[in-house]
């Protein structure tokens, strides 16, 4: 009788663990029944053994075929059977993992209507009235600030820790403008820095200005620089994102170079299908 | 979270499910029905119900339940239409075309095919339970949730199937390995 | 990709080198000069376990496991190793260097199986670089942290940053006892999992961005939805941004293939070897970094 539950008990052990550890009172009933003993020890290795069973990779047709089944779905008029979407969804978790690149175009167009019509609004402030003189300091005070902030920045992108160039890089997310030195620098953390978080960073900090033809220009030319998969990824992901059709060249290289990883020429070729 | 987005229209969002689960999902069937044709037709029909039946999918249902639900109702279904096939397969070309699994997958492992040769050897239905809680690494309360029955019951399945296993597997492996 | 079910042995190992190594292993030992405040230690290979303890001695002490000194047939035959990464100078596969304000530790090509246990000042601060197979834990330390590890596992913790860690192919378990406020932490991942543990009162900016995987968290915290900037949403990419109690250093986790667990420090799951079930399943479930666990990113909501 007790056996049975002792059996059971160890059995149940084994749900989602790899090498589960004995309870007490198991180990000390092991101890002395020779059976049970020998159960566990024929358990352990045959779900040693399951675990050891490796994973079968399907043919590329698989994939194929999905792709292309999701293509015709995606033609295919909705299918008016189901509720139409009655959630509100929160903004933030809205993203479109592999956004095509019809989606990244229309971003793209929408990201410069709007940086146009901030644009606009600006102007349409500032000419038909003069300005005050308090109002005038303070811009010119801002500007000298925005301006501090740019020298330090590009300053403390040269720091020796890690963490500081983090920290500098960052400072660009509260610039609205990418002035010439502060481009450079980050251009130069993204080409050239040995570390790859900071390059992750600078690279993010690019993003923001990826409306700028400059930008643009950088990225695609940093690509082939960039020797660490992480680094490969994230720019074809944003290539794609912004609808770069320059990048494919870069992209095709990376896809017949032999020392490319997996990951990337994985990455690389569904890109290339993307930036048509 | 993906599941939803593709609910509510964003199709591509299906693109990461599939990449994270269709060599699951492949491996599954392939254990099932040995075939690997098969399977991949299973694994793309798994999908395309996915997209099909999107709108019944119900929010804060774990997706890998759902989806691990289609896909065993999908392999009933092969499995009906196929069984005088399946039976005749089961009997005759078992050891050959576990065999030629083994190859393939295993790099030729004696002890390896044993196992999956053990594995063949159980009842489909243990065989199944086996799968989803050892390769798929699905928690119990998953798999009540796929087969609709408690946990305590999964938790009593599991030990019967494990203890079958167990019995046929030593039992070949002392018998000097391939069974046939 | 069942990664994570490793690292309950090695938590395990971590505990032992302390004692276990010292015991039988080869020793070298120094007191670094007054200026010193960095270590730089670089492995380009090897295949061993990597165990970096921070102490509050003077002293850095260094155990190779089982490092067999290589049969000196350069010296025979007249040809001298091509390397230039350095000759061993301590006679357990390690080249010491020592500069105004660091030292430099780096393993010659032929440490490459021996297991090292590292003792170093815990005040210092650290740029480890690891190319090999083996595990890497790294504890105790007060300073700047700097990690980059290609291929194995690497448990970080009982750190305060600020902390710069990659890993490539394997996981990255990294526990904060606190978190340092001047300067940020930024975390990534190619291939393996991570799992970042902070207090539960940190105040903190988070971005957290994962290409093809999840994110979830047990941490309450604030998502930003006013979102200045046009693409970050928009480019195929999985970006969460929030802020916690208030807001405060930058902590920034991104990864490729593999997931990001954010969660409370304390929590234990996950992290050691999982005890027997108790009857009720505990509160936060699916924050248990298994892989297996893997489920839809909303979890991150019901959570909050």
């Known amino acids: 009788m007790k056996c049975e539950k002792i059996s059971r008990q160890m059995t149940a052990l084994w749900e989602n663990s790899q090498e589960p550890s004995l309870p007490e009172d198991v180990r000390r009933h092991l101890g002395q029944c020779e059976s049970c003993r020998e159960e566990w020890e024929q358990l352990s290795v045959l779900m040693a053994e399951l675990d050891a069973v490796e994973e079968v990779q399907p043919s590329t047709r698989l994939r194929e075929n999905f792709y292309s089944m999701l293509d015709n779905a995606k033609a295919a008029p909705e299918s008016g059977s189901g509720p139409k979407n009655t959630l509100i969804e929160p903004t933030i978790w809205k993203f479109t993992p592999w956004a095509g690149s019809i989606a990244a175009g229309l971003a793209l167009l929408l990201a410069g209507f709007w940086i146009g019509s901030q644009q606009t609004d600006s102007l349409v402030e500032s000419v038909p009235q003069p300005k005050t003189v308090a109002a005038q300091e303070l811009e010119s005070l801002q500007g000298q600030i925005e301006s501090m902030k740019e020298m330090m920045a590009v300053y403390m992108m040269e720091q020796r820790s890690a963490s500081k160039r983090i920290q500098a890089v960052g400072y660009t997310d509260e610039m609205s403008k990418l002035s010439p030195d502060l481009f450079e620098a980050l251009r130069q953390r993204l080409n050239q820095d040995d570390n790859v978080n900071v390059r992750l960073a600078s690279l993010n900090a690019l993003t923001r200005f990826a409306h700028q033809e400059n930008v643009r220009a950088a990225l695609v030319d940093s690509l082939p620089r960039q020797i660490h998969p992480v680094m490969q990824i994230m720019l074809i992901d944003l290539m794609v994102g912004i609808d770069e059709k320059r990048a494919r060249e870069p992209m095709q290289q990376l896809l017949n170079s032999a020392i490319t990883p997996l990951e990337v020429k994985d990455k690389a070729l569904r890109g290339l299908g993307q930036l048509l | 979270m993906l599941m939803l987005a593709v609910k509510n229209g964003t199709l591509d969002s299906l693109g990461p499910l599939f990449e994270r689960y269709h060599v699951k999902l492949f491996n599954f069937f392939l254990r099932l029905t040995s075939n690997r044709e098969t399977s991949e037709d299973l694994t793309q029909s798994v999908f395309q119900r996915i997209l099909r039946f999107r709108h019944t999918y119900k929010e804060n249902y774990p997706f890998r339940a759902w989806m691990y639900r289609m896909a065993r109702n999908l392999h009933a279904d092969h499995y009906r239409k196929h069984k005088r096939s399946m039976e005749t397969f089961d009997e005759s070309h078992h050891a050959e075309d576990s065999e030629q699994l083994a190859v393939d997958a295993m790099e030729n492992k004696e002890r390896k095919q044993n196992l999956l040769e053990a594995l063949h050897r159980l009842p489909l239905e243990q065989r199944e339970l086996l799968l989803l809680s050892r390769f798929e690494g699905l928690k119990y309360d998953e798999i009540s949730q796929i087969k609709g029955i408690t946990v305590a019951a999964i938790k009593v399945r599991v030990h019967r199937a494990m203890a079958r296993l167990r019995e046929i597997y030593f039992e070949s492996s002392e018998n000097g390995g391939n069974a046939q | ?304």
Do not use: W
């Open chain 3, 1 to 304: 990709m069942n990664k994570l079910k490793k690292l309950p042995t090695l938590i395990l190992f971590s505990l032992l080198p302390a004692v276990g190594l010292a015991a039988e292993g080869a020793k070298h030992s120094f007191i670094p000069a007054d200026t010193v405040h960095e270590v730089q230690l670089t492995f380009v290979e090897s295949y061993g376990d990597i165990f970096i303890d921070g102490t509050d001695a003077k002293e850095i002490t260094i155990i190779a496991d089982d490092y067999e000194q290589p049969e000196d047939e350069d010296e025979a035959d007249g040809f001298v190793s091509v390397f230039s990464i350095g000759r061993d100078n301590t006679g357990i596969g390690l080249t010491i260097e020592e500069n105004e304000n660091s030292v430099k530790i780096t393993g010659v090509p032929n440490s490459a199986s021996s297991d090292y246990s590292i003792r170093i000042p815990h005040h210092f601060s650290l740029k480890v670089n690891i190319m090999g197979n083996g595990d890497t834990i790294i504890q105790n330390f007060k300073g700047e942290i700097e990690v980059a590890v290609a291929e194995g596992d690497a448990v970080i913790r009982n750190i305060s940053g600020p902390a710069t860690l990659h890993n490539m192919n394997g996981d990255l378990v990294v526990s904060f006892s606190e978190v340092f406020q001047e300067a940020p932490t930024s975390i990534t991942n190619l291939n393996g999992d991570t799992v970042v543990s902070i207090p539960p009162d940190t105040q903190a900016n988070l971005q957290m961005k994962s290409l093809n995987s999840d994110i979830r968290t047990n941490l309450n915290i604030a998502y930003d939805t006013d979102k200045r900037d046009p693409y970050r949403h928009n480019i195929g990419q999985r970006t969460v941004t929030g802020v916690l109690n208030g807001g405060g250093v930058l902590i920034s986790l991104e990864s490729i293939n593999g997931d990001i667990v954010l969660k409370k420090a304390g929590d234990k799951s996950g992290l050691a070897p999982r005890p027997p079930k108790p009857p009720k399943p505990p509160k936060v479930k699916r924050i248990r970094p298994s892989i297996d666990d893997v489920e839809e990113v909303e979890e991150v909501e019901e959570l909050n």
